[in-house]
């Protein structure tokens, strides 16, 4: 699998590498989170317990609403932070709390990348070229 690319419709932010954290699960800043130990908290996701700090997240879609904007902002500001967010969808409020955090995140993909990459594997995120893609290491 290793060099496999998969091309994102968007993106926005810098180069990044880093281990993917994968779930089939969607993904709000506010209620799935404690921002403060750098977990998934919420007892109903997938990624329950398990540290996003510096991790690429793989994940299924954008929930919530305008309070993600700030939490993204928040959470970088205090280095406790993913290192991307690549989603097989987005909203508009994702879009700009992402924009205003100066964070990195890809969206929009052919195939469902939850289930093209794994977990643990080593991926570079890269939304700079002409088409915004995730490539596996």
């Known amino acids: 699998m290793s ?11 810098a180069k990044v590498r880093a281990p993917a954290l994968v779930a089939k ?3 709000s800043a506010r209620y799935d989170l404690d921002r403060i130990k750098g977990v998934f908290s919420r007892p109903q996701h997938k990624l329950a317990g398990e540290s996003y700090v510096g991790r690429v997240l793989v994940l299924d879609a954008a929930k919530g609403g305008v309070a993600t904007a700030w939490m993204l902002y928040e959470m970088k500001s205090r ?14 409020i994702m879009v700009q709390g992402v924009a205003l955090a ?19 594997a080593m991926v570079e995120v890269d939304p700079t070229g002409e088409r915004p893609c995730i490539r596996m290491l």
């Open 25 to 27: 699960d969607g993904f």
């Open 3 to 13: 060099g496999r690319v998969f091309y994102a419709a968007a993106g926005m932010g």
């Open 102 to 120: 100066d964070f990195t995140m890809i969206s929009g993909f052919e195939e469902d990348i939850t289930q093209a990459i794994a977990s643990g």
């Open 79 to 92: 280095g406790v932070m993913p290192a991307a967010l690549v989603l097989n969808a987005v909203n508009p």
